[in-house]
Nanobody, 130 residues
Framework: QAQLVESGGGLVQAGGSLRLSCATSRRPFSTYAMGWFRQAPGKEHDFVAAISWSDGDTYYADSVKGRFTISRDNAKNSVYLQMNSLKSEDTAVYYC???????????????????????WGPGTQVTVSS
């Protein structure tokens, strides 16, 4: 059984919006940093956005800054990615990922948005038509 499950992907016209959701059965959700990544056909697996567990601090790739918003609901063990002003180049499979803290609250890689991430969802397709 997948520990992370994404939903909300689909087909949208350029300029439109989608909201991705990711739910996890892992506990305690509130201690995990959460991130979104994407992979377009023939391209690298790219970082999109991340959110810390402690203060809700967020970090974005330059390509989505100002258009995408990551948020989390610890009561629902879920993280979200609101995507506005979508472009054809946003077409990709989007993956949710979870990063476990080290003892003391630190993260491998130094930051909550740094690789590596520990658990990955199966992905959801987002297609933006021009």
């Amino acid at each position: 059984q997948a520990q992370l499950v994404e939903s909300g992907g689909g087909l949208v016209q350029a300029g439109g919006s989608l909201r991705l959701s990711c739910a996890t059965s892992r506990r305690p959700f509130s201690t995990y940093a959460m991130g979104w990544f994407r992979q377009a056909p023939g391209k690298e697996h790219d970082f999109v956005a991340a959110i810390s567990w402690s203060d809700g601090d967020t970090y974005y790739a330059d390509s989505v800054k100002g258009r995408f918003t990551i948020s989390r609901d610890n009561a629902k063990n879920s993280v979200y990615l609101q995507m506005n002003s979508l472009k054809s180049e946003d077409t990709a499979v989007y993956y949710c990922a979870l990063k476990e803290p080290l003892p003391g609250g630190r993260y491998r890689g130094g930051y909550y948005y740094s690789p590596p991430y520990d658990v990955w969802g199966p992905g959801t397709q987002v297609t933006v038509s021009s």
